[in-house]
């Protein structure tokens, strides 16, 4: 059973940066593949990156490629999502999520366990 905490969303400029972090708690976070997903109201929560169990692949949506880096560090159970030249359209309710097989994956489907969310305003 892993259970995951997401922070470090909040306000920003376009063109600014921010750091999620999700933060995980269980024994076996290292054998996990982790992504992050994101949701605007009234939308389908759509894919951003995913890392693999060693951190050794990752993938990401081409709407944040060269934008966004996934990391994690498994000493610590954390994962990251820097995100730099941040857009408005970048705005919504960013989710980490994990998936037992340790895989780089898009579906949504494939991951077993979930956070609650932080949200990422993005001004104009």
């Known amino acids: 059973q892993v259970q995951l905490v997401e922070s470090g969303g909040g306000s920003v400029q376009a063109g600014g940066s921010l750091r999620l972090t999700c933060a995980a708690s269980g024994q076996t976070f290292s054998s996990y593949g982790l992504a992050w997903f994101r949701q605007v109201p009234g939308q389908e929560r759509e894919f951003v990156a995913a890392?693999?169990?060693?951190?050794?692949?990752?993938y990401y949506a081409d709407s944040v490629k060269g934008r966004f880096t996934i990391s994690r560090d498994n000493t610590r159970n954390t994962a990251w999502l820097h995100m730099n030249s941040l857009k408005p359209e970048d705005a919504a309710l960013y989710y980490c999520a994990a998936n037992k097989d340790g895989i780089t994956t898009t579906i949504q489907g494939r991951y077993d366990y979930w956070g609650q969310g932080t949200q990422v305003t993005v001004s104009s």
């Open positions: 890392i693999s169990w060693g951190g050794h692949t990752s």
